[in-house]
């Protein structure tokens, strides 16, 4: 039995679920996400609880329970609070501007790196830490990763863009001459 899948999910005096066939739709104050359920996943509300069931105990099917159930949580958590991560430049001369939805990130290159920030994400800039927050978290921590791959930290100098509480396995560097000719 799936522990995850079973738990049932409160929703909110503020949420309102509905469900569609295999398609669930789920508005709050910060907006509206759609969720397609899988086959073989049954749905069921109830004075403002969701419960999940499956059809049979195959190993997928256990699975897809338990996503199932977490997806429709994190739709739940982000129409209601959102979901934010923050990421941190670090190098000499490495800057970061937000101008409407592209961001301009100076990272060491020969020229300004544009990113466009897509529609349900918005960004805030606050000298080297850059927040990204939005009401999908796949899309969050998508778009963040995407803004990392840009210029990935480099491990002499630990210069690039991270994760605050990411930790940078350092180089030495070359070693000094030994003296032997």
């Known amino acids: 039995m799936s522990r995850v899948g079973l738990k049932p999910i409160a929703l909110p005096s503020t949420v309102v679920a509905t469900l569609d066939g295999h398609s669930l739709s789920v508005k709050g104050p910060k907006g ?24 049979h105990d195959s190993k997928r099917q256990k699975s897809l329970h338990a996503l199932t159930r977490a997806l429709i949580q994190n739709a739940v958590t982000g129409v209601t609070e959102g979901f934010s991560t923050k990421l941190e430049i670090h190098g000499v001369g490495y800057r970061l501007n937000l101008d409407g939805s592209r961001l301009k990130l100076g990272i060491g290159f020969s020229h300004e790196v544009n990113f466009n920030l897509p529609e349900g994400i918005t ?32 491990p002499y100098k630990g210069k690039g863009i991270r994760f605050p509480d990411e930790y940078i396995i350092r180089k030495s560097g070359k070693a000094a001459a030994t003296g032997k000719e």
């Open 32 to 55: 509206t996400l759609n969720l397609r359920l899988p086959g073989g996943i049954n749905l069921e509300q109830t004075e403002g609880i969701l419960a999940l069931s499956r059809k």
């Open 123 to 154: 960004a805030n800039v606050d000298q080297n830490v850059l927040t990204i927050s939005g009401i999908d978290k796949q899309q969050v921590y998508q778009v963040a990763s995407a803004i990392r791959g840009l210029k990935k930290p480099e």
